[in-house]
Nanobody, 120 residues
């Protein structure tokens, strides 16, 4: 059974940083594409970033490029996202998901989400 458990969200001031973690079980992170998705209140889910199986290749949405970094620790079977220079518009529930960008539409194999709020 695929399980994804996010942690690390919270309240941060604009310009601040947070590191989100996603502990995976039931499958190997390194053998699967993995994606971060976010959903702001009243808005549709938005693709944020993906990291691809068997490589360290990553892709990012333009809105977070240069500020967010997706990575993984295969030994710990954990996905990470480092978020720097946070903006109020980054406020959302962040989900990790097993799969590539298509998980935004399919909504399969998502974690339970962690809230990130950026406010002064």
């Amino acid at each position: 059974e695929v399980q994804l458990v996010e942690s690390g969200g919270g309240l941060v001031q604009p310009g601040g940083s947070l590191r989100l973690s996603c502990a995976a079980s039931g499958f190997s992170l390194g053998m699967n594409d993995m994606t971060w998705v976010r959903q702001a209140p009243g808005k549709a889910p938005e693709w944020v970033a993906s990291i691809y199986k068997f490589t360290t290749f990553t892709t990012y949405a333009d809105s977070v490029k240069g500020r967010f970094t997706i990575s993984r620790d295969i030994a710990k079977n954990t996905l990470y996202r480092q978020m720097n220079s946070l903006k109020p518009e980054d406020t959302a529930v962040y989900y990790c998901a097993k799969g590539g960008r298509g998980v935004v539409v399919s909504r399969t194999d998502w974690g339970q989400g962690t809230q990130v709020s950026v406010s002064s």
